[in-house]
């Protein structure tokens, strides 16, 4: 990405930097002309940065870089601005269908009479294929190569259309399945710190590396002084052909760290810990930057597990500037040293060097935490921010067992297992997966988890027999370090073998459980537990089987595998016993801080690194046996259950028609607080009796192929059917019932809210969502907003939203509408038959108040005002073109 040539105010300089003249836009140069700007916080200073190097007038123009110097007076800012990060990082389960909608643009681009090569990534676009591996084998040393082997059968088809997206578009590559979590190797290898590229005249020009993500966690990368969000992938594809981020200039909270990390403190202890901190300080739609001498403490592995969970605790991004500890972190994965170099003299030039004798920036707000405070803790058994300390795990879910649960009278109930010598229970852990990109992008808890397998087989330990156990990290060097240091021995001998390198657990892909466990818990109602390593416990995504997910360090993983129950306090009753009667206790096999921090000082160094990344696109045989024509547009293939042309471009001209107005809709659900992107468009597994289930079987798709949702988000037949489908959703219109039903109210019939949805298009009857508080936290799924146009959903109206979801409604031309305060759902007493107006859809402002005309099932009327969540000048242009894929079509087919 280079600057524009427009520069009023002239703020183009260079650096020296090991026999390069590298030119940037100087901070400082625009101090001089603006003002101070020293202590905006970092975060800012590279949103500044980004503006001065793009500043022409229009889509940047001074005002906007002088409303960045009053935010330090104000604190706050209502101003709207363009930013274009500097590239673009995606998974698969969100790549596929961006893919499919560049593919689809490129068709829709041809019947414009427009040049299809003009869909085109404009800027680096990085796809690292990680979710789609499942832990379908485990607890063998062949899992890893059958659960690949399975990958591959299954996701064929989704795989031969990546390699044409990596031959058809310019300036994207794909990192191939099995070589690791898209955020981890972002975080080891693609990321840069300092990105450097070709001005107009030729000249190298360098910028802070910004990016954005389809997926939640790219916030991971912040830990590197990188700024960088999950966006939609909609959002995502229109940054890709060049349109810029819209946002209102950020507020920042300050969070303080002092201290350093008790004995036996994981940064997974630590991180739950703010995690839950911030949701109780309320930082949704803000910057959150961390401070403080705590920082010089924290090595960049335990800076990244923080910032990761910047979704969990609702702040669009969880920044650390850079100082000593990137460089050592760029050091040890092996980066080359001229780029360490120009990322030390770069920051120092532009102030983002941060150094332990600066003041502290200005923020909107702070808070602080003494990291010595911090406890043993996990998270759940429905929520990340619902922290709960290591001892009270036990009494928190006892409690939850007969309050929310409703299991009296029978809470101690044990049956038997068909065909083994034990019986499961209530809170019994089945699953216990080592997994996720939070945490095993982290040596230290990696080697924690292998000392206390190690301990507990050196005492004659072994997990309990009814518990599924996985380990799934995030990078190939993960291998080599566990290999080198022979604790991979130890954590075979505790069932957890390698299953693949992938998201698996955290996002579902847990696989199935064995049959005769699946069944002693469904068919007794069992609320059976998980415990994962991961960063996401929301109702019905690990398992369809297991209700309550506890999120923990990975060395607790492997602590609750050997104890078998969460209904037991780990603390002080004994893990288990030495095959001569004595009790083991948590202490016994809990490794102290100094024999972690010398296994990883003997074991891990920058040449692993090197070697793992030295050829990361090439992939293994099976990926480069892949071969496929290369051409400028896919050729569609009509008999597909993966990837299927979508119909956001059916009809479309280059002059968008007036929106409608929205008459007498109808709400196709009443739902309640929290409800995630889980619930509206689910990950993980496909019933056989649900409506993309019984699509799939009349495609003469065996049950046993079914897949994930997240693995056919290239084909929107199945993902319309899978929106609102979530096995634990609940809507208010069919109380008592849990799932994705609807009441149809012409008939009175519970249907599913697919059927429902399919007979009210067909009658044209528009269609809304009223929801509570919260509304589409958790993942970035496009999904979840692309399934709610195809249902038909106009509106939806909800006490506040998350800010992607929000954002991604928006851009598949959906009115998000927020109610004020002191009304909702409960106030109005909807029960569902009930009918919504909205009128002069057409001619509405950024978050302006909107008349609702509430129609009930007597005749009666009534009005309330809701605030239109269209927040920008150009979300409304977005909304007022049919979302913003259209928009960008007709913009370059022009």
């Known amino acids: 990405m280079t600057a524009v040539g427009h520069d009023t105010l002239n703020t183009r300089s260079t650096l020296q930097v090991g026999g390069r003249t590298i030119a940037y836009y100087s901070i400082a140069k625009a101090a001089e002309q603006l003002g101070d700007v020293a202590r905006l916080p970092f975060s800012m200073k590279v949103l500044l940065e980004n503006l001065l190097r793009f500043e022409d007038g229009a889509t940047v123009t001074i005002d906007d870089l002088k409303a960045m110097v009053q935010w330090l007076t104000d604190r706050t800012s209502e101003r709207e601005i363009q930013y274009r990060p500097a590239r673009v990082l995606m998974q698969d389960f969100t790549g596929v269908p961006c893919v499919v909608d ?50 591959y059968q299954r996701n064929m088809e989704r795989y031969e259309f ?38 107009p005249d030729g000249s190298e020009v360098a910028y802070p590396d910004t990016c954005v ?42 969070f303080k760290l002092t201290g350093t990390l008790a004995e036996g403190i994981t940064a997974t202890d630590l ?113 990340p921010q619902d922290k709960v300390l290591l001892s009270n795990v036990d009494d928190n879910f006892n409690n939850e067992l007969v309050t929310g649960y409703k299991k009296t009278g029978e809470a101690d109930a044990r049956v038997a297992v068909e065909g083994g010598d034990f019986e499961v229970g209530h809170g019994d852990v089945v699953i216990a997966a080592i997994t996720s990109c939070t945490n095993t992008s982290n040596p230290s808890v990696l080697v924690a988890a292998g000392l206390v397998a190690r301990k507990a087989r050196q005492l004659g330990l072994k997990p309990k027999p009814w518990v599924k156990t996985s380990l799934a990290p995030g990078s190939q060097v993960v291998t080599d370090y566990l290999t080198k240091s022979k604790l991979q ?37 069992l609320v059976a537990a998980s415990v994962l390593s991961g960063n996401r416990n929301f109702e019905g995504r690990v398992s369809p089987d297991v209700r309550a997910n506890f999120l923990a360090s990975p060395p607790l993983v492997v602590a609750y595998a050997l104890k078998g129950t ?108 929290s409800i995630t992107t889980d619930h509206i468009s689910p990950a993980g597994s496909i019933k056989a009796d649900s409506p993309a289930g019984r699509y799939l079987q009349e495609h003469g798709v065996a049950k046993s192929d079914f897949n994930s949702y997240g693995a056919r988000r290239g084909n929107h037949e199945v993902m319309m059917r899978g929106t609102f489908a979530n096995i634990r959703i609940r809507n208010e219109m069919v109380p008592g019932v849990e799932g994705g ?114 129609k009930r099932a007597d005749g009666s009327e009534e009005t309330f005002e809701a605030r239109c969540r269209i927040d920008t000048v150009n979300e409304l242009e977005y909304f007022l073109n049919g979302g913003i894929l259209p928009y960008v079509l007709r913009k370059l087919a022009a």
């Open 102 to 151: 560049l593919a689809a643009m490129r068709d829709a681009m041809n019947t414009l009479g427009g040049d299809a090569q003009k869909i085109n990534p404009l800027v680096p676009v990085h796809l690292v294929i990680d979710h789609s591996v499942m832990v379908d084998e485990f607890g063998t040393p062949q899992a890893f190569q059958d659960n690949v082997e399975i990958e």
């Open 162 to 199: 990546l390699r044409w997206g990596s031959k058809a578009l310019d300036n994207f590559k794909v990192v191939p399945p099995g070589t690791g979590i898209c955020h981890q190797v972002n975080l080891e290898h693609i990321a840069q710190s300092v990105w450097v590229s070709k001005g």
């Open 213 to 254: 993500g389809t997926d939640s966690h790219t916030t991971m990368v912040n830990g590197l002084g990188v700024l960088g969000w999950g966006v939609g992938g909609i959002e995502a594809e229109a940054a890709m052909l060049g349109q810029p981020v819209s946002m209102l200039i950020p507020e920042v909270v300050g």
């Open 271 to 383: 991180v739950l810990t703010v995690t839950q901190m911030l949701r109780a300080k309320g930082v949704v739609g803000r910057f959150v930057e961390f401070y403080g001498p705590g920082l010089d403490s924290l090595n960049l592995a335990d800076r990244a597990t923080i910032a990761n969970m910047a979704p969990e605790y609702g702040a669009t991004c969880g920044f650390f500037p850079v100082d000593q500890a990137t460089l050592n972190y760029m050091r040890l994965t092996g980066r080359e040293e001229d780029q360490i170099e120009l990322v030390e003299a770069y920051a120092k030039a532009q102030g983002l060097w941060r150094d332990a004798n600066l003041p502290d920036p200005v923020f909107t707000d702070t808070l602080a935490l003494d990291m010595s405070t911090v406890q043993p803790s996990l998270a759940g058994p429905k929520r």
């Open 489 to 525: 021995d130890d954590l075979d001998a505790m069932g957890f073998n390698l299953v693949g390198y992938g998201c698996t657990t955290c996002i579902g892909n847990s696989g199935p459980l064995p049959a005769p466990i699946s069944k002693a818990i469904n068919e007794h109602d």
């Open 566 to 673: 969460v209904r037991e306090d780990l603390t002080t009753e004994p893990i288990g016993e030495t095959e001569d009667g004595k009790k083991v206790f948590l202490k016994d096999i809990w490794p102290t801080n100094h024999e972690i921090s010398d296994m990883i000082t003997s074991v891990i160094d920058s040449e692993m690194y090197r070697t793992r990344y030295a050829n990361v696109f090439e992939g293994d045989r099976k990926w480069r046996g892949i071969t496929i024509e290369g051409s400028d547009t896919y050729g569609w293939n009509d008999a597909s259950t993966y990837v299927q042309n979508p119909p956001y471009f059916a009809g479309m001209g280059m002059t968008p028609n007036a929106v409608a107005d929205i008459v007498d809709a109808r709400p196709l659900a009443i739902l309640g607080d």
């Open 741 to 854: 039903m609807t009441r149809y109210v012409p008939t009175g019939d519970t249907l599913a809210i697919y059927d429902a949805a399919m007979q009210y298009k067909d009658a044209g009857t528009p269609l809304v969502v009223v929801a509570g508080k919260e509304y589409g936290t958790g993942s970035s799924r496009d999904w979840a907003a692309k399934g709610t146009t195809l249902l038909g959903v106009r509106a939806v109206i909800a006490e506040s939203f998350e800010r992607i979801h929000r954002s991604n409604l928006v851009g598949m031309g959906v009115l998000p509408l927020q109610f004020p305060e002191g009304v909702d759902r409960k106030t109005l007493k909807l029960d569902g038959s009930e009918t919504f107006s909205i009128s002069a859809v057409a001619s509405l402002r950024p978050r302006q108040m909107v008349q609702v005309t509430l």
